[in-house]
């Protein structure tokens, strides 16, 4: 078997995948307590007269078929067709919107905010989390190689087990206390030297394209190292424990015995296997970039999709809760796939379709 | 001519319940050029760690005392800079176990073309010509492929031989080959035996074997250094040892072996086990284990010495009060 036709054979896969996590998301969220219809009657309380809030109700409980039966508003969610009294004529529908649903990439309005399409604000935000993502990413993995390989080439010190302790200590940090103390530290009620809401400010909106950059750059900056803080000290734990192990492995002696130097030991054998595992993490860190986000752009007041994703539930969105848990499903089977893939392009014991031992 | 290889006073303690024990006690051996030596006993008897003071690298937690000379260089004081010149050219190593010796992630001909890179300043696709040839020296089948392989993809028997080929690849004066029958299988044995003879005979090469087993060296090397509990307890030439030991223990170990005993007999064992580390018996740690204990034993440790008695030959060492009622096996 060819690599592509590996790879190919992988992403086929990925759809029928894909059908049956559909399902269960939309089983579970039906199963979940709580009327989203019901939920929005609450919301929208005292602002409309009884009369009116009745009105808004039974209307968003028709248009997002609420009262259909379940393969209905599965076939619904899941589309292309839409099967609301407004969608396709095939379906007994007006007509009005033919395509809806994931295969359309049509999730619907949101339900508070009529008018609002869901996938279109998906999209706002994506443009927001995975560039803030992204680079806790790049920050987290930059670090924490070095410091991990550095901790474990010297083990034994004391300066090593101080850097083991502090990156335990982080790793058990909550996120939310984490962000917190960095907001307490250096935002207005600490030392002042940064930014610590939202990702711009007001008064910069009509400055110089260079000016508004910096003004952002140094928004992202707090939220990026929270961000990157957890993965950081998880990973560079997981280095330092992958490589104490390759350097004791048989091969590193057989190496020392033939006149190798620790440097050589080091960087010719016992890192590349040590960051072997560690590429495989790469794979989880795609639907991360919706779930890891939550806590902290809930606490930085980032219009973010984790936020998205979270504020929808709060409002039992059913479109918005369908829409997030699917691009999540998606981003974790490409994540895998991803993950899978540089892994038996690095590995030689992985190559696709190649000999195994 | 002056010894390849000098050990002097070598004792190795490890860290043991309440402090340091001391599982090699002085052992002293020299080895010549083109030399060939078995360090024979029982698991614990501390010949691994005596062959592993050659290239100097320990066990973790153990730590060695004395004097290792190797080629001219005091190997035990070395920096990490000087021990990496000797390792692979002065001493080769094939561990006990060599089915993880080779990393993963590198082709046999990249590994085995590193310690001629290292050592004999060959550029990189010369060293790994002279791989291949040193994989088809070892008798193994399309080199060539072998050595653009990964280990991963080579058998075991094939995965010893590329290990041996690394030990080897920068011609070190001395091989030293550790517990060689449980790590190779008996073709990977017949080739690397006959590999080692040839190079004798072309260059020199010394070979020093640790084994539990008398009859896989019996023939093969010239001299013995038999082991109990750390202590070298009867040394010689090989064929002299074999026909008439000169210790109890060595006897024991030769009627011990599968070979002598005779079909529908029982096999003959050395009642008793090998003496901890923790709890070593006063005087020879030979003497529970010993049918021609007498009091004296318990009372000192008997030091090896020259036996002039005439019918052990010449160059005979023993550390027995008893080695003239030791009988012929």
């Given at each position: 078997?060819?690599?592509?036709r590996?790879?190919l054979?992988?992403?086929?896969?990925?759809?029928?995948?894909?059908?049956g996590?559909?399902?269960?998301v939309f089983?579970?969220?039906?199963?979940?307590p709580?009327?989203?219809?019901?939920?929005?009657?609450?919301a929208v309380?005292?602002?409309?007269?009884?009369t009116?809030?009745?009105e808004?109700?039974?209307?968003?409980?028709?248009?997002?078929?609420?009262?259909?039966?379940?393969?209905?508003?599965?076939?619904?969610?899941?589309?292309p067709?839409?099967?609301?009294?407004?969608?396709h004529?095939?379906?007994?529908?007006?007509?009005?919107?033919?395509?809806?649903?994931?295969?359309?990439?049509?999730?619907?309005?949101e339900?508070g905010?009529?008018?609002?399409?869901v996938?279109?604000?998906?999209?706002?935000?994506?443009?927001?989390t995975?560039p803030?993502s992204?680079?806790?990413l790049?920050?987290?993995?930059?670090?924490?190689?070095?410091l991990?390989?550095w901790?474990?080439l010297r083990?034994?010190?004391?300066?090593?087990a101080g850097v083991?302790g502090?990156?335990?200590?982080l790793?058990?940090?909550?996120?939310?206390?984490l962000?917190?103390l960095?907001?307490?530290a250096?935002?207005?009620?600490g030392?002042?030297?940064?930014?610590?809401?939202?990702?711009?400010?007001?008064?910069?909106?009509?400055?110089?394209l260079?000016?508004?950059?910096?003004?952002?750059?140094?928004?992202?900056?707090?939220?990026?190292?929270?961000?990157?803080?957890?993965?950081l000290?998880?990973?560079?734990?997981?280095?330092?424990g992958?490589?104490?192990?390759e350097?004791?492995?048989?091969?590193a002696?057989?190496?020392?015995a033939?006149?190798?130097?620790?440097?050589?030991?080091?960087?010719?054998?016992?890192l590349?296997?040590?960051?072997?595992p560690?590429?495989?993490f790469l794979?989880g860190?795609?639907?991360a970039?919706?779930?890891?986000?939550v806590?902290?752009e809930?606490?930085?007041?980032i219009e973010?999709?984790?936020r998205?994703?979270?504020e929808?539930?709060?409002?039992?969105?059913?479109?918005v809760?369908?829409?997030?848990t699917t691009?999540?499903?998606?981003?974790?089977?490409?994540?895998?796939?991803?993950?899978?893939?540089?892994y038996?392009?690095v590995?030689?014991?992985?190559?696709?379709?190649?000999?195994r031992g | 001519m002056?010894?390849?290889?000098?050990?002097?006073a070598?004792?190795?303690s490890?860290?043991a319940?309440?402090?340091?024990?001391?599982a090699?006690?002085?052992?002293?051996?020299e080895?010549a050029p083109?030399?060939?030596l078995?360090?024979?006993?029982?698991s614990?008897s501390g010949?691994t760690l005596?062959?592993?003071?050659?290239?100097?690298?320990?066990?973790?937690?153990?730590?060695?005392t004395?004097?290792?000379?190797?080629?001219?260089?005091?190997v035990?004081?070395?920096?990490?800079?000087?021990?990496?010149?000797?390792?692979?050219r002065?001493?080769g190593?094939?561990f006990?176990?060599?089915?993880a010796?080779?990393?993963?992630?590198?082709?046999?001909?990249?590994?085995?073309?590193?310690?001629?890179?290292?050592?004999?300043?060959?550029?990189?696709r010369a060293?790994?010509?002279?791989?291949?040839?040193?994989?088809?020296?070892?008798s193994?089948?399309?080199?060539e492929r072998?050595?653009?392989?990964?280990?991963?993809?080579?058998?075991?028997?094939?995965?010893?031989?590329a290990?041996?080929a690394?030990?080897?690849a920068?011609?070190?004066?001395?091989?030293?080959?550790?517990?060689?029958?449980?790590?190779?299988?008996?073709?990977?044995t017949?080739?690397?035996?006959?590999?080692?003879e040839?190079e004798?005979?072309?260059?020199g090469?010394?070979?020093?074997?640790?084994?539990?087993?008398?009859?896989?060296?019996?023939?093969?090397?010239?001299?013995?250094?038999v082991l109990y509990?750390?202590r070298?307890?009867?040394?010689?030439?090989?064929?002299?040892?074999?026909?008439r030991p000169?210790h109890?223990y060595?006897l024991?170990?030769?009627r011990s072996?599968?070979?002598?005993?005779?079909?529908?007999?029982?096999l003959?064992?050395?009642?008793g086990s090998p003496?901890?580390?923790a709890?070593?018996?006063a005087?020879?740690?030979f003497?529970?284990?010993c049918?021609?204990?007498?009091?004296?034993?318990?009372?000192?440790?008997?030091?090896?010495a020259?036996?002039?008695?005439?019918c052990f030959?010449?160059?005979?060492?023993?550390?027995c009060?008893?080695?003239?009622?030791?009988?012929?096996?």
């Open positions: 078997m060819s690599p592509t590996w790879i054979g992988r992403i086929a896969w990925m759809f029928p995948t894909l059908l996590i559909t399902l269960v089983l579970a969220v039906h199963a979940a709580g009327d989203p219809a019901a939920a929005l009657e609450d309380d005292g602002a409309l007269s009884q009116e809030a009745a808004r109700v039974a209307r968003v409980r028709a248009e997002h078929l609420l009262d259909a039966s379940l393969p209905r508003q599965y076939l619904h969610f899941l589309g067709f839409d099967l609301s009294p407004r969608g004529p095939w379906f007994g529908g007006s007509g009005e919107e033919r395509w809806h649903g994931l295969l359309a990439f049509d999730f619907g309005d339900f905010r009529p008018g609002v399409p996938a279109r604000e998906i999209t706002r935000r994506l443009v927001v995975v803030l992204l680079a806790a790049l920050v987290a993995y930059l670090v924490a190689i070095p991990g390989a901790s474990a083990d034994g010190t004391r300066r090593s083991a502090l990156l335990l200590l790793d058990a940090m909550p996120t939310f206390w962000a917190l960095a907001i307490l250096l935002g207005p009620t030392l002042d030297l940064l930014p610590v809401f939202g990702l711009s400010s007001s008064a910069k909106a009509d400055a110089g260079l000016e508004r950059a910096l003004d952002v750059g140094l928004h992202a900056v707090l939220p990026v190292l929270v961000l990157a803080a957890g993965s000290a998880w990973l560079a734990r997981h280095v330092r992958s490589l104490l192990v350097l004791a492995s048989d091969y002696r057989m190496a020392r033939t006149g190798a130097s620790e440097r050589e030991v080091v960087w010719r054998h016992a590349p296997n040590a960051l072997l560690v590429l495989t794979g860190v795609l639907p970039l919706v779930g890891g986000s806590v902290v809930s606490v930085f007041g973010g999709l984790g998205y994703a979270y929808g539930l709060l409002r039992r969105d059913l479109n809760i369908l829409a997030t691009l999540s499903a998606v981003l974790t089977l490409l994540g895998i796939l991803l993950s899978d893939v540089a038996a392009f590995d030689p014991r992985l190559k696709p379709g190649g000999r | 002056s010894a390849l290889l000098a050990i002097r070598l004792s190795a490890v860290r319940a309440g402090g340091r024990a001391s090699v006690e002085r052992v002293d051996l080895l083109g030399e060939s078995a360090l024979v006993g029982e614990g010949k005596t062959a592993l003071a050659i290239p100097n690298l320990p066990p973790p937690g153990v730590v060695y004395g004097s290792v000379r190797l080629a001219g260089a005091e035990l004081s070395a920096t990490r800079a000087e021990l990496d010149r000797l390792r692979g002065r001493v190593v094939l006990q176990d060599t089915s010796a080779l990393d993963p992630l590198r082709t046999i001909a990249d590994q085995v073309a590193a310690p001629a890179r290292r050592h004999l300043g060959l550029a990189a060293a790994e010509q002279r791989a291949v040839e040193l994989l088809a020296r070892l193994l089948p399309d080199p072998a050595g653009r392989a990964f280990p991963h993809e080579l058998s075991g028997g094939m995965r010893q031989r290990a041996l690394l030990a080897l920068a011609e070190p004066d001395l091989l030293v080959l550790d517990e060689p029958t449980s790590a190779l299988d008996p073709a990977s017949a080739a690397v035996l006959a590999f080692v040839a004798r005979a072309r260059r090469l010394a070979l020093l074997v640790v084994t539990h087993d008398l009859a896989a060296v019996a023939g093969r090397v010239e001299r013995l250094l509990a750390g070298v307890v009867e040394s010689g030439p090989a064929a002299a040892i074999l026909a000169a109890p060595t024991g170990l030769l072996l599968p070979a002598r005993a005779r079909r529908g007999q029982r003959a064992t050395i009642p003496p901890s580390l709890a070593r018996p005087g020879c740690p003497h529970p284990r049918g021609l204990a007498r009091p004296l034993c318990t009372a000192a440790i008997p030091p090896l020259p036996t002039d008695a005439p030959g010449t160059g005979r060492a023993v550390a009060v008893a080695s003239a009622e030791v009988r012929a096996p």
